[in-house]
């Protein structure tokens, strides 16, 4: 079983949720974000999402976007993301680590060389935004070969229809994206997410995570009570984007810890 | 699978092509691809799209015989399909109609559009108040400035132009904002793109519409000419005005088909817009095709002295005629399309689009190697008004 799959195990026989944060690789600096990894598992990550830095990143809102410009200007590339994987690695052999990205880098690569480039870094899962799985054209089987989760989204917009096809593709975790929009928009009608997890785990044993307008403990904790995982993504990036320098781990240290004390709320 | 029967039912041409977007568009990209195919067999739809066509577009717009300018560059006859004489300007109306017409049975009241050169906004702006429809049309900041005429023309038109400041502020920049806002407001929204690029169907669907370019053409020549033309040269950013003249010509096997992207500084100087040139497949924008990317997958930013053809990838279809063989593609430079644009104003009394200008610059160099018996049509996609600021500043002019 996948460290993806083992963290689930081990968080449900302890009644508890997972919390994933999301930096993006190379952001503030190339040389901060194996330290912040770091400081995220001691304040309380279960997995860590780790954006790789793409120049058209579609899917994202201006936050995300700004933080992918700065990496690019650091000059991270795929590559180097791999190796920030592999650093990180030397000292924690269980947090696993999902990356997320565009198609073009990965396809650059070559799915193959990738996957097992990817594997030998110490990556568990990968979620590239821009392939459905009706796309996927066995990447995602290549990644499963390679040992890795591969990890697909779902949305208010999926009919009940595509979540089957969706869900045979998937491996790890669902990501179900709780708003229309891009990362980083507002306001979670939690209802409307209930009542959405209800029909995905209708079908599908896989766990669900949510992400998309989590920005504090409280929605984090709304969030934990009906999922088994709450990405923050923006709210973290924003928190590295306005630190004073030198200030930056401490600064996301704080706010994951209180992410953290509202998933566990959930569970009291 | 013949050439013409292409994209197969996921929008793929070969390798090219196909939906690669986030889990949200997936819902809306099928509902259109529905929606098409209902109304591409409804006569109703067809008979409306027509009437609006001739009645308010002008066609069909005529090819001309360029004969001073013929003379002057010695060799082939060059006739010009004369796009930049329809309404409003240039050939993306044919596009905009179609797709109003799409989001109007679909219910949509509000239409988004991204631009380059502006030529596809106040396409979109033209239907939307045709159509009354609200219209919000991204534009790249870099794009905004140099293209102030258009900005103004869509504003008059009552379509509220938002300027993208992220990235290299050009037409890739406002596509990613566009895609950002239909993402956000779907369920409401109708984003009529602006080339026969992006995720399925839209490659298949802007062909579709632009194909009465070519469809004219095969008409038009014999009574000109008796005959087919030798060799069709159309200008490729995105590659609409292109695919439109070249889809109808596939199966005319004695057509030469001619693409020409923008060479900016010139290939060797990598500063330029020619990804089927120097590029390689990737990635961008719900599709995949030919990229001009680096050695991490990331995109590179484009230079041209046209911003209708600033665009780091090109429509699937014209990856796929490239690798078959079917059409060839060459890069024309700023300098050449300057001068091929100061030629046509001069000899023949046409102001024609600098985009439009890089098609003209490579029947320039292609003429004289051609006897004098033998034909070049150009697609001369639109008229230069929009341009004459750029083209004063490069003369050292101010207006």
């Known amino acids: 079983m996948s460290r993806i799959g083992q963290t689930f195990i081990a968080l449900k026989a302890h009644n508890k949720k997972a919390l994933i944060p999301f930096i993006t690789a190379g952001d503030p600096g190339k040389g901060l974000t194996v330290p912040l990894m770091h400081a995220l598992v001691e304040a309380g990550a279960d997995i860590i999402e780790l954006g790789v830095p793409f120049s058209d990143p579609m899917a994202d809102?201006?936050?995300?976007?700004?933080?992918?410009?700065?990496?690019?200007?650091?000059k991270v590339g795929l590559r180097d993301v791999l190796a920030m994987t592999a650093e990180f690695r030397k000292i924690n052999t269980t947090t696993p680590v999902v990356l997320m990205g565009y198609a073009n880098p990965v396809e650059h690569m070559g799915y193959e060389t990738f996957a097992q480039a990817a594997k030998e870094a110490g990556v568990d899962g990968v979620l590239t935004v821009d392939i459905p799985p009706e796309e996927s054209h066995g990447v995602a089987d290549v990644f499963k070969a390679a040992g890795l989760d591969p990890i697909f989204l779902l949305s208010p917009t999926t009919p009940e229809s595509r979540v089957e096809q969706v869900v045979a593709a998937a491996g790890g975790f669902i990501y179900y994206v709780s708003l229309k929009g891009v990362t980083g928009s507002a306001n979670l009608d939690m209802d409307e997410v209930a009542q959405k997890i209800a029909m995905i785990r209708a079908h599908c044993s896989?766990?669900?995570?949510?992400?998309?307008?989590?920005r504090d403990a409280a929605t984090a904790e709304a969030v934990a009570r009906i999922a088994d995982a709450v990405v923050v993504g923006s709210r973290i990036v924003s928190e590295i984007e306005t630190a004073?320098?030198?200030?930056?781990?401490?600064?996301?240290?704080?706010?994951?810890?209180?992410?953290r004390r509202?998933?566990?709320?959930a569970s009291k | 699978m013949k050439l013409t029967d292409l994209p197969d039912s996921r929008g793929h041409f070969g390798p090219y092509g196909g939906i690669f977007v986030a889990e949200t568009l997936m819902a809306a990209l099928d509902e259109l691809r529905v929606e098409y195919e209902k109304a591409r067999q409804d006569p109703a739809f067809k008979a409306e799209f027509?009437?609006?066509l001739k009645h308010y577009v002008g066609r069909p717009s005529p090819v001309y015989h360029a004969k001073r300018l013929s003379e002057q560059y010695g060799g082939a006859q060059i006739f010009l399909k004369r796009e930049d004489l329809i309404h409003p300007g240039a050939h993306k109306i044919n596009n905009t109609i179609g797709q109003a017409l799409l989001a109007r049975r679909m219910g949509k009241k509000r239409v988004i559009a991204e631009t380059g050169a502006g030529q596809h906004g106040v396409a979109s702006a033209t239907v939307a108040a045709r159509y009354g429809m609200e219209c919000v049309v991204y534009m790249g900041a870099e794009d905004v400035i140099r293209q102030a005429p258009n900005v103004f023309r869509m504003k008059l038109l009552g379509a509220t132009v938002v300027p993208v400041s992220s990235g290299s502020k050009t037409l890739k920049d406002a596509l990613n904002e566009a895609m950002r806002d239909w993402v956000t407001n779907v369920e409401s929204t109708f984003?009529?793109?602006?080339?026969?690029a992006g995720p399925h169907p839209y490659p298949?669907?802007?062909?579709?519409?632009?194909?009465?370019?070519?469809?004219?053409?095969?008409?038009?020549?014999?009574?000109l000419t008796g005959r087919q033309p030798d060799v069709v040269i159309a200008c490729v950013g995105g590659g609409s005005n292109a695919i439109g003249i070249f889809h109808p010509y596939i199966p005319f096997e004695g057509v030469r088909l001619i693409?020409?992207?923008?060479?900016?500084?010139?290939?060797a100087s990598g500063r330029h817009a020619a990804p089927l040139s120097a590029g390689t497949p990737g990635v961008l924008h719900g599709f995949r095709s030919y990229l001009m990317q680096d050695e991490n997958g990331q995109i590179i930013e484009t230079h041209s002295v046209s911003a209708g053809l600033d665009y780091p990838g090109v429509g699937p279809e014209h990856s796929y005629l490239k690798d078959a063989g079917r059409a060839e593609y060459v890069a024309i430079n700023d300098d050449d399309a300057l001068a091929a644009f100061h030629d046509l104003c001069r000899y023949e009394g046409i102001i024609p689009a600098l985009e439009s200008s890089h098609a003209v610059a490579h029947a320039k160099k292609l003429a004289p190697t051609l006897g004098r018996d033998q034909i070049i049509l150009v697609n001369l996609s639109g008229r230069g008004d929009k341009d004459i600021d750029t083209v004063a500043k490069l003369s050292g002019i101010t207006l």
């Open chain 1, 206 to 214: 896989l766990p669900v995570g949510v992400g998309f307008g989590i």
């Open chain 2, 204 to 223: 298949m669907l802007v062909r579709d519409f632009q194909c009465v370019i070519g469809r004219e053409c095969i008409t038009q020549m014999p009574e």
């Open chain 1, 262 to 265: 509202g998933v566990d709320a």
């Open chain 1, 244 to 259: 004073p320098e030198g200030e930056v781990i401490n600064r996301v240290r704080t706010l994951v810890q209180d992410l």
């Open chain 2, 50 to 52: 027509e009437y609006e």
């Open chain 1, 61 to 74: 809102g201006p936050v995300i976007q700004r933080a992918s410009e700065r990496a690019l200007a650091n």
């Open chain 2, 191 to 196: 984003y009529i793109l602006g080339t026969a």
């Open chain 2, 259 to 267: 693409g020409v992207e923008a060479g900016g500084s010139g290939i």
